[in-house]
C-alpha cells in the first residue's frame, strides 16, 4: 500500500507564492509519474504538473511560466513552486503518484490540500 501525503496549502494574496510539497510512502514498488491536480467548486479536477522518474514534464497552459515542478526520486517526493497565483488558482490541490508493477500500474492520491489566493 502506498501512502501519499500533501502539505503547504494556505491563504495567500493575489501576486504571492507558495510552495506544495507531497510525499510518497510505504511498501513502493516503483513510482513513475507524480503529479499535482486541482478541484475548484463546481468544477472538474485538472491536471495542473506532472513529472516523470525521467524528468520529464506535462503541464497545463494556465500555469505556464508561473508554476514550476520537481521532484526529488530518491526520496519520493515532489514539490510546485507557485509564483504569481491568481484568484482563478483557488482550488484543492491534490498529488498523485503512479506506482508501476509490470505489467500493471496504480494511481494514489492524497487527501487534498486548500490554497486560497485572494483578490
Known amino acids: 500500500q502506498v501512502h501519499v501525503v500533501e502539505s503547504g496549502g494556505n491563504l495567500v494574496q493575489a501576486g504571492g507564492s507558495l510552495r506544495l510539497s507531497c510525499a510518497a510512502s510505504?511498501?513502493?514498488?516503483?513510482?513513475?509519474?507524480m503529479g499535482w491536480y486541482r478541484q475548484a467548486p463546481g468544477k472538474q479536477r485538472e491536471l495542473v504538473e506532472a513529472?516523470?522518474?525521467?524528468?520529464?514534464?506535462n503541464y497545463a497552459d494556465s500555469v505556464k511560466g508561473r508554476f514550476t515542478i520537481s521532484r526529488d526520486n530518491a526520496w519520493n517526493t515532489v514539490y510546485l513552486q507557485m509564483n504569481s497565483l491568481k484568484p482563478e488558482d483557488t482550488a484543492v490541490y491534490y498529488c498523485?503518484?503512479?506506482?508501476?508493477?509490470?505489467?500493471?500500474?496504480?494511481?494514489?492520491w492524497g487527501q487534498g490540500t486548500q490554497v486560497t489566493v485572494s483578490s
Open positions: 498523485n503518484a503512479e506506482e508501476v508493477v509490470p505489467p500493471v500500474s496504480y494511481d494514489y
Open positions: 513529472i516523470t522518474s525521467g524528468g520529464s514534464t
Open positions: 510505504g511498501s513502493i514498488f516503483s513510482i513513475n509519474a
